[in-house]
């Protein structure tokens, strides 16, 4: 199930992010307002938290334009702006929640799992990208159509943010913090370790990987259908 975070706080964004892939959603991230009308039109999004004071297009413009293309997609606006003139806009706008800074992440999951359950969207739907097919629910993968493969919830963890970033090269940084937030952080034997573990399930040849690449000096890309491809 992928949630868009818009938000230009990048400390808050990465705290929300970290928060809602523990609890097991593809998160993608967005700093300001044509920057997530770019990411909403090509991932189409299950749920938006949507920050208001955006740069460059506020997050009250965003919505406007999120409603013109989806009226039952669910959209939790979160801001410091509390006052109840802000709040009546943003619902009138089309807003489902308004949920006022600081918060705890246990209350935005709460308010997270409330809107999806509304919207009929709580079972989180298997994520596809090039070869592969991941369902979340059941902790396995599918590549090229081949049987299912079950994996642990590192694994899950991992390809996840892979998948979401299809193409692109993460950094090391990165993606242990995801995978072990900031205990494992930049643990570069333990990524290599996973990363090995994964290639056997996802490889016809692990010592010659087309998915899961190495990129030396900065860390790992997953190519969903395959490098050179």
Do not use: C
Not at 50 to 77: C, T
Not at 139 to 150: I, L
């Amino acid at each position: 199930m992928k949630i868009l975070v818009v938000d230009d706080d990048l400390e808050l964004l990465r705290l929300i992010a970290f928060a809602l892939r523990q609890a097991g959603y593809m998160v993608l991230e967005a700093q300001d307002g044509p920057q997530a009308l770019a990411v909403f039109e090509r991932e189409r999004p299950d749920l938006v938290v949507l920050d208001v004071n955006l740069p460059r297009l506020n997050g009250f413009e965003v919505l406007k334009k999120i409603r013109a293309a989806s009226e039952g997609l669910p959209v939790m606006m979160l801001t410091v702006r509390t006052g109840e003139e802000d709040q009546v806009r943003g619902l009138d706008l089309g807003a489902d929640d308004y949920l006022g800074k600081p918060f705890s992440p246990r209350t935005l999951l709460a308010r997270v799992r409330a809107l999806l359950r509304r919207a009929g969207v709580d079972k989180p739907a298997p994520l596809t990208s090039g070869d592969f097919v991941l369902d979340l629910e059941t902790q396995a993968v599918r590549v090229k159509g081949g049987s299912p493969v079950r994996l642990t919830n590192l694994e899950v963890r991992l390809l996840q943010l892979l998948l979401a970033n299809g193409g692109h090269t993460l950094p090391l940084e990165r993606l242990t913090s995801h995978v072990w937030g900031y205990r494992g952080l930049g643990d570069r034997q333990l990524l290599k370790q996973l990363v090995h573990r994964l290639r056997r399930k996802l490889e016809v040849d692990p010592a010659s990987p087309r998915y899961l690449v190495t990129v030396s000096g900065v860390g790992y890309a997953l190519h969903p259908g395959g490098a050179g491809d």
